[in-house]
Structures are given as structure tokens and as C-alpha cells.
């Protein structure tokens, strides 16, 4: 329990004293007008009070990634505390405030637009693809998990029923996909934030009172799932990199923070916003990273009357029922239907955003909004169609989902990474260069060596890693030499 609090401390003080660090950097101004101001058209562009906007950015990142991810990397022993403390406040908030300041200064662009502009046209193409297919993913995976949760709430999880609730999440889609921001979620999901937020610091009252047996950084940082048996050809690096991402470093965040770029009203809110709604999440994710190392290691599975093979949404149930009561109940149920919904809806969202910077397309006229969103649920639909009866498929989807989305973070790093070194002083840009490295070393280690890709000898992950980390760092260099030589 030391280290769960001392990690919990550590993130506190990385948003006062990292965070601050990193808006100085970056140089917000407070008196330039933000395009909620400049280009407000009612329905993107919307001015909405601070406290609102954090609450809005918080769900739009959080969602079930800080819950699941951190169930599933628990296993992995207290390795897992260090990435969701060391990632969060030098990656993943990092990442989530300079996409959100670069979107901010660019007028609420999208990541692809920023990437076209500081990494080139050619990139951008590449990524927009590539997030695109990635916010299906996100919009995918999380219409299936919670219809089968509604089915079994509802006492009938046949395929028809299922299929219908799915039917109810997709309208629910289209019309948060549409309709202006601060119409539904800038409403129901402030609420849904708080709900979630309440859950995590009821579970954190819970832990202080129980102060449960589980595992301390200093008796080892191995992979203590693996000596357990909970985890089987999974070494810590890369896979605890892939498998905790929201609440340590997401690249969907990326795809989110431009949306609350064109709501807030000043610069100065950046980092309470971006940094703090990130830092937030990661407290989120620590404090299910502490129960579910009791749950896997301090015989918590037995005690709540569960098997150490429960999946995450069963962890969550078990877990809140037996420390909660009925409020846990309740919260278990906002936690695993709700969250991956209102996570779902702000893919479809940012999808239509980032196809409308790309046509050009203005968003006010509702028909311009339908032309894009009606095909990106179809294919969504053809996507879940395709995956419904074939459970190992379904996984498949996640499992690629995962690599996906740290490669898409990997990619706003290095955006930030071209930004600072073109618009900050001395090597500044360090703060964004080194995460960048890591993340690519990351992402190219596991489509290596991950069944899913190349299933190269797991032995190979560390030189491997090193071996891109020291590349990409030469890479930058080289790039940045001749770009000043040409100038």
C-alpha cells in the first residue's frame, strides 16, 4: 500500500510542479481569443464554462481505458504503478496539453491537420487513415461489450436481443455524432465524469480501510503475473506499454482534446483541461491497479467470490458489489455500459470532425453532418457484423485496437516534438522527443514480436527497442540538422 500511496503523491505533484513546467514552454496567452470565441458557429465551436469543459475532456478520455487497462496490466505486479505514475506525467499529459494547446493555436484542428503542418502532407494522409480506422475501432468495440451487458440486465442475451440493444447504442451515436456539443454531452456527461470520479474515491476509502497485503515496488518489479500464472508469453516490455494506455499515455486522447480546443475560453485553462484531466484519469487508473493487485495477488478473487481468470468487466462487478454494497452495484453498471458508450459516441464525433478539416466541409448545416456520419456507421456496423458470433475475432479487434492506439500517440508526440523545435528555444523539445522514441520503440517491439504481427522470438523485445529508440532519436537529428541547413 506504500507504493500505491506514494505513487498517488507523485502524480499530485507531477501536475504542479511537471505541468507547469510544460506550459511554460509552451507559452499560453491569455489574451488570445480561443476559436470558441473566433469561430463559434453553435454547434463545434462552442464557449462552455471551464469546470464543464474539464469534466466533458476528463469522460471523453476516461471512458473504461483507466478501469480495464489498469484490471489487465495489474497482472503484470508493481511494474504497473511506475508506468501509470512515470507515463502519465511525462507522456500522457504531455501528450494530451501540447495536442490540445497545437489544436487551440491552430484554430480546433484536428490531429491529422497538425500533423500535416509540422510533419508534412504526405503524413498526414497516412494518419488520417489511420485515425480514422482507429476511432471505428474505438466506436466498434465499444457498441458490442456494453449491448451484452444490457442484454444480461435485461434477462435475454440471445443474438436478436443483443443485436437490438445494438440497434439503441448506434441511434444514441448518431445523435450525440450530430447534434451541437452542448446539447448532449456537454449536459449528461458532466454527470457521468462525477459518477466515475465517486466510484474511484469510494474504492480509494476502501483500500485505506481494508490496507491490504499486495505487492511494493521494492520487493521486485519482474513480471509478477507471469510467475503467478496469470500471464503467459507476455514480458513487460512491450506488452504493459500496450496494455495500460489510458492512464498513462493514449494516442485517442489526441483525437479528443481538439474537440474541448474549440470550448475553452482561454488559454490559461489548458492545463487544468488537457494536463490536469489526464493526471485525473491517471489517479483513476492507479487506484484500480491497487485493487486488482489485491483482487490477482492478496486473495481478493476468493473474498468477492471470483476466479483470478475474471475478465475486467467481471472484476469491476465483483469488486463494487462486495466493497460498494447497491451503490456499487449501480456504479459497476455506470462504469462497464455507460463509460465505453459515452467513450464510443466522441469517436464517431471526432471521426466527422476530422473527415470535415479534411473536405473542407463546413459542419453547421445538419445534412453536411448525416453525409459524413451515415457512412462512417455503416462501416462501423459491417465491422461489428463481421466480428459478432466469433468471440476470438472480437479480440482480435482489441488486441489491434491496443497496438493502434499507442501508435497514434506515438504519432501526436512527434508532432509536438516538430512544434516545440520549431517554435520553443534551446532543446526544449526534449519534454516531447524523449516520450515520442519511447512510444515508437514501443509500438514496433510488439508488432514484432505480438502474435498479432510478426511473432518474431520474445527474447528479441529488448534489442529491438533499443535498437528503434536510438534510431528514432538519430532520425530527429539528422532531420532537424538539415532543416536548419536549409533555412
Not at 38 to 67: C, H, Y
Not at 267 to 295: K, N, Q
Not at 346 to 362: E, K, P
Not at 410 to 428: D, E, H, M, Q
Amino acid at each position: 500500500m506504500y507504493s500505491f500511496l506514494l505513487s498517488l503523491l507523485a502524480l499530485v505533484l507531477g501536475y504542479f510542479l511537471y505541468g507547469r513546467l510544460i506550459e511554460k514552454i509552451f507559452g499560453p496567452d491569455p489574451n488570445r481569443a480561443t476559436p470558441a470565441i473566433e469561430k463559434a458557429d453553435g454547434v463545434d465551436f462552442v464557449r462552455m464554462p471551464s469546470w464543464r469543459v474539464f469534466m466533458v475532456q476528463f469522460l471523453n478520455i476516461a471512458g473504461t481505458g483507466p478501469i480495464f487497462g489498469a484490471i489487465m496490466g495489474a497482472k503484470f505486479g508493481p511494474s504497473s504503478y511506475l508506468w501509470i505514475v512515470l507515463g502519465c506525467i511525462f507522456a500522457g499529459a504531455v501528450h494530451d496539453y501540447l495536442t490540445g494547446m497545437m489544436s487551440v493555436r491552430n484554430g480546433g484542428a484536428g490531429l491529422p491537420v497538425l500533423v500535416g503542418k509540422y510533419l508534412g502532407q504526405g503524413t498526414r494522409r497516412v494518419l488520417g487513415i489511420f485515425s480514422i480506422l482507429v476511432l471505428l475501432l474505438v466506436g466498434t468495440v465499444f457498441v458490442y461489450s456494453p449491448a451484452l451487458i444490457l442484454g444480461d440486465i435485461a434477462g435475454d442475451s440471445s443474438t436478436i436481443s443483443i443485436m437490438i440493444w445494438v440497434l439503441v447504442i448506434f441511434l444514441y451515436y448518431i445523435l450525440a455524432s450530430i447534434l451541437p456539443i452542448d446539447k448532449i454531452v456537454g449536459k449528461i456527461y458532466p454527470v457521468f465524469a462525477f459518477a466515475l470520479i465517486f466510484m474511484a474515491l469510494a474504492l480509494l476509502g476502501c483500500l485505506l480501510v481494508k490496507w491490504p497485503s499486495i505487492p511494493e515496488i521494492w520487493d521486485g518489479l519482474g513480471n509478477l503475473g507471469q510467475e503467478k500464472g496469470l500471464l503467459n508469453g507476455q514480458p513487460i516490455f512491450p506488452c504493459l506499454f500496450i496494455t495500460i494506455a489510458c492512464g498513462a499515455v493514449s494516442g485517442f486522447h489526441a483525437t479528443q482534446s481538439p474537440m474541448m480546443a474549440r470550448c475553452i475560453q482561454n488559454e490559461r485553462l489548458g492545463r487544468p483541461v488537457f494536463y490536469g484531466a489526464m493526471i485525473t484519469e491517471g489517479v483513476v487508473a492507479l487506484i484500480w491497479a491497487a485493487v486488482s493487485s489485491w483482487f490477482f495477488f492478496d486473495g481478493g478473487s476468493a473474498e468477492v467470490g471470483s476466479t483470478l481468470s475474471a475478465s475486467a468487466p467481471k472484476v469491476v462487478a465483483s469488486v463494487s458489489m462486495k466493497w460498494l454494497g447497491v451503490v456499487g452495484g449501480i456504479l459497476a453498471v455506470l462504469g462497464v455500459v455507460v463509460a465505453p458508450i459515452t467513450s464510443g459516441d466522441t469517436a464517431f464525433r471526432s471521426a466527422r470532425l476530422i473527415i470535415a478539416d479534411y473536405m473542407n466541409l463546413d459542419q453547421k448545416p445538419i445534412l453536411k453532418r448525416l453525409a459524413i456520419c451515415i457512412p462512417l456507421f455503416l462501416l462501423a456496423s459491417l465491422l461489428l457484423w463481421f466480428n459478432v458470433e466469433d468471440e476470438d475475432g472480437f479480440n482480435v479487434i482489441w488486441r489491434y485496437f491496443g497496438w493502434a492506439n499507442q501508435t497514434l500517440a506515438a504519432f501526436a508526440l512527434w508532432t509536438a516534438t516538430a512544434y516545440l523545435s520549431k517554435n520553443t528555444k534551446g532543446v526544449r523539445y526534449l519534454v516531447a522527443l524523449i516520450p515520442a522514441a519511447f512510444m515508437t520503440a514501443v509500438c514496433v517491439t510488439y508488432i514484432c514480436v505480438a502474435s498479432i504481427g510478426l511473432n518474431l522470438p520474445l527474447t528479441w523485445n529488448w534489442p529491438i527497442g533499443i535498437a528503434v529508440f536510438v534510431l528514432s532519436l538519430a532520425t530527429f537529428f539528422l532531420l532537424r540538422r538539415r532543416n536548419r541547413k536549409n533555412k
